[in-house]
């Protein structure tokens, strides 16, 4: 017989810490991530935050369902996770990065552009996307990251993904 124990949780007031105070292996469960993204079904792509360090990277979790409604029609016979999804997954993650950073907290983020971006394997239903971004540049309206997804050890997707700053 087995026991489960429950993982830390923390909220997002609990994160905006200074770059000096590293806060890793901590879990943002759905309440959390609502709380900091304005997206909602259909459009949340991250079901959890796995890792977070203030200032630099996070690593969330988008479990892969056959339910999910862009599969009945890409593709019907042979279901495969649109690429852009996948990019839109990496860019929600990124954005919690983003809004946890200084002065950043009220404001939303948008695609700039995107770069570099290359697809290595499908995502299909069953699988669970494990989804890293790390920030190289923030500024004032802009920011740079680097975003990597993953399916079991396996790189589905990387690229940079640029974001243009803007008030909520």
Do not use: W
């Amino acid at each position: 017989m087995s026991t489960l124990t429950e993982e830390p949780t923390i909220n997002s007031a609990e994160l905006n810490t200074d770059s000096t105070n590293s806060v890793t292996n901590q879990i943002l469960m759905i309440e959390d991530i609502q709380k900091l993204l304005p997206h909602r079904y259909p459009f949340l792509l991250v079901d959890r935050i796995i890792d977070f360090v203030p200032n630099k990277s996070a690593t969330g979790i988008k479990n892969v369902t056959f339910n999910e409604p862009f599969f009945q029609g890409h593709f019907p016979e042979r279901p495969i996770m649109p690429g852009v999804l996948i990019v839109e997954a990496m860019a929600q993650v990124g954005g919690i990065v983003l809004r946890h950073l200084p002065g950043m907290e009220n404001q939303l983020s948008l695609f700039a552009g995107i770069d570099k971006v290359r697809f290595r394997r499908p995502v299909v239903p069953g699988d669970r996307l494990t989804i890293t971004t790390e920030l190289l540049v923030a500024r004032k309206r802009f920011g740079k990251m680097h975003g990597r997804a993953e399916v079991d050890g396996q790189l589905a997707c990387e690229g940079e993904l640029m974001f243009s700053l803007v008030n909520l």
